[in-house]
């Protein structure tokens, strides 16, 4: 990766919140991301949290097919023996588990969620300038910037209330 690659992860919940190709959410996003010099990139986990079944999820995997033939979204593939993913992966749980433990319980942190910080530390260890990652969630936006922050990167990392952007730019 050149080191003025900046890369965006985007979680489920975004694709879910842009919708299709034919919403203006949608639109929004990918003009904004072909005026940058970013690449988007779901992990392959994600993807897969969405489902195989016919009906399930079915909008948010038309939302990543779509991205994806039109060239502005690939997917990604979290690599743990780059060092240091795994502890920033363990990091993010502990400190998401901190944070959220009067609302959720362990079992209910989803595995992908978990794997977000991890993938970012992974991109800036491959030579991205700057990665955004996109989550809906403020304990899960908290999680990633503190778990980044305590492996020292966390200047070059932004955690992003997906939803939030999105309403930004149709506005």
Request: hydrophobic share 35%; with cysteine; glycine share 8%.
């Amino acid at each position: 990766m050149d080191s003025s690659d900046s890369t965006t992860i985007i979680d489920s919940s975004v694709p879910f919140a842009m919708g299709g190709p034919s919403n203006e959410k949608y639109q929004a996003f990918e003009r904004f991301v072909r005026k940058q010099p970013i690449t988007v990139t779901v992990p392959e986990s994600v993807a897969e949290e969405l489902g195989e079944s016919l009906g399930g999820y079915e909008y948010q995997r038309d939302c990543l097919r779509g991205a994806q033939d039109s060239g502005w979204l690939e997917p990604g593939h979290i690599d743990f023996s780059v060092p240091r993913v795994p502890e920033v992966v363990d990091k993010r749980r502990a400190r998401m588990e901190v944070l959220s433990a009067d609302d959720v319980t362990e079992d209910e942190i989803e595995e992908t969620d978990t794997i977000l910080a991890g993938f970012a530390y992974q991109y800036v260890a491959e030579g991205a300038s700057h990665v955004s990652v996109f989550v809906s969630d403020q304990i899960a936006e908290r999680a990633i910037r503190d778990a980044l922050s305590a492996v020292g990167i966390g200047d070059r990392v932004s955690a992003v209330e997906g939803r939030n952007f999105l309403h930004e730019l149709i506005d």
